[in-house]
C-alpha cells in the first residue's frame, strides 16, 4: 500500500521558515514526479513545486525565489524549504506523486497545516 506522509507543518510568524518532509512507502518513486501543493481555506488546491524524476525543479510564480524543493531517492522523501514566509502562504500543504516517468499525480498525502501569522 502506497502513502506519503507529510511533516513539518506548523506555526512561524511573517519572515521566517520551515522544512516539510514527505516520506513515501509502498513503492520506490525514484522514476516519479514528486510535488508540493496546497489549498487556503476557502480557496481551490494549487501547484506549488515539483521535482521531476531526473531532478529538475518547477515552482509556481508566488514562491519562486522563496521555496526550494529537493528529494533524497535513498530516503524516498521529498522536501520544500519555505523562507521569506508570508501570511498568504498559509495552507494545507500536500504532497504528490507521479507513476514512473508521467506528470499526472497518481498518489496524494494527508496534508500538513502552515500558518504564517503577521
Known amino acids: 500500500q502506497v502513502q506519503l506522509v507529510e511533516s513539518g507543518g506548523g506555526l512561524v510568524q511573517a519572515g521566517g521558515s520551515l522544512r516539510l518532509s514527505c516520506a513515501a512507502s509502498g513503492r520506490t518513486f525514484s522514476n516519479s514526479a514528486m510535488g508540493w501543493f496546497r489549498q487556503a481555506p476557502g480557496k481551490e488546491r494549487e501547484f506549488v513545486a515539483q521535482?521531476?524524476?531526473?531532478?529538475?525543479?518547477y515552482y509556481a510564480d508566488s514562491v519562486r525565489g522563496r521555496f526550494t524543493i529537493s528529494r533524497d531517492n535513498a530516503k524516498n522523501t521529498v522536501y520544500l524549504q519555505m523562507n521569506s514566509l508570508k501570511p498568504e502562504d498559509t495552507a494545507v500543504y500536500y504532497c504528490a506523486a507521479t507513476a514512473d516517468t508521467v506528470w499526472s499525480y497518481t498518489y496524494w498525502g494527508q496534508g500538513t497545516q502552515v500558518t504564517v501569522s503577521s
Open positions: 521535482i521531476s524524476w531526473t531532478s529538475n525543479t
